[in-house]
């Protein structure tokens, strides 16, 4: 790995301190959508098609850009002044792609901290506070040099291989959503990754601001499974038990709110589901609400797994009994 030969090359990868994009001169007052370089709803859409919430607002000059900074740190982000109705935006299909020319250089410095980024994600999970970016760099250029789109499910993180695909879940109320990692960033302090805008509003963290997370790396077609209570890790998991004849455990998710643990539980109930279980678990930094459905036989396995993940909510955990 090289270090960064300036100035140029720490714009490519800081993507939310990187170089912003000064766009073509346009005649009217009326806001210019969106060119989108990936395939996003927003791409295909002529511009008098686009929805009001996903119109570009702001401008982005040169003089924005901060070297080894913050793009336009006197400049607030903000939502868009539309609500923004993500029922039609598909989550990203997770698929091989080959890494991106720029935004991968390693180690890199932003702030006056250095960064090595990752050679591949897999096994990545990790832990932390999710924030989300909107309109002050909607219709700028990513890390990857594409085009940061507020309407589409992508992500911005310090370390992972520019593209990766995550699942990310908001530990507060167990919404989880697939995104595109094409930018750097969240850079600042506790923060392990920034949400597109339409991520955010389908974890519910555009309400908030941030939100717990969890972060999977998906790699190889499928997500890396980990139990939300630490006790599960001694267990196999479903690749290991699907041919077992005996009762399985499924564990839906754990949940610091008991509240939204309940929820959870009503939402798979209305589904049809019996056998559901909220039970509470201490561990080493507060205690979590688990909720999981036994005992599932084995031939009505893939039918309860099959509605659990119609109703949105992650991946579950399987077990023998």
């Not at 939402?267 to 609400?289: H, S």
Request: net charge positive; proline share 9%; aromatic share 6%.
């Amino acid at each position: 790995m090289r270090a960064l030969p300036g100035l140029l090359a720490l714009a490519l990868l800081a993507g939310c301190a990187g170089k912003p994009v000064k766009p073509a001169p346009q005649a009217a007052a009326a806001p210019r959508a969106v060119t989108i370089a990936t395939g996003t709803p927003a791409a295909a859409m002529a511009a008098q098609d686009v929805p009001p919430a996903c119109l570009q607002v702001r401008e982005h000059r040169d003089e924005d850009y901060t070297p080894g900074g913050l793009y336009a740190p006197g400049v607030r982000d903000s939502a868009p002044g539309h609500a923004l109705d993500i029922s039609n935006i598909p989550e990203p299909v997770p698929r091989a792609e080959p890494t991106s020319t720029y935004g991968n250089r390693s180690p890199y410095t932003v702030l006056g901290k250095h960064y090595q980024v990752l050679d591949r994600a897999d096994g990545y999970v990790e832990r932390g506070l999710a924030s989300w970016y909107g309109q002050k760099f909607h219709g700028r250029h990513t890390s990857s040099r594409e085009i940061y789109d507020m309407c589409s499910f992508s992500a911005a993180h310090k370390t992972l291989p520019l593209p990766s695909y995550v699942r990310v879940t908001n530990l507060d109320n167990g919404r989880s959503a697939i995104v595109r990692v094409n930018d750097r960033g969240p850079f600042h302090p506790g923060r392990i990754i920034d949400l597109s805008y339409a991520a955010a509003v389908k974890l519910g963290v555009d309400r908030t601001g941030t939100a717990r997370v969890e972060v999977q790396a998906i790699t190889g077609g499928g997500a890396t499974r980990t139990a939300f209570a630490p006790e599960a890790a001694s267990r196999a998991p479903f690749a290991a038990t699907a041919g077992g004849l005996g009762p399985q455990i499924v564990q839906v998710g754990a949940y610091r709110d008991e509240g939204n643990a309940r929820r959870i539980a009503e939402r798979l109930q209305a589904a049809g589901i019996r056998g559901i279980q909220v039970e509470p678990v201490r561990l080493r930094d507060g205690k979590v609400w688990r909720v999981r459905i036994a005992p599932v036989s084995a031939p009505a396995l893939e039918t309860v797994l099959g509605s659990i993940r119609a109703l949105g909510l992650p991946s579950p955990r399987v077990f023998s009994e």
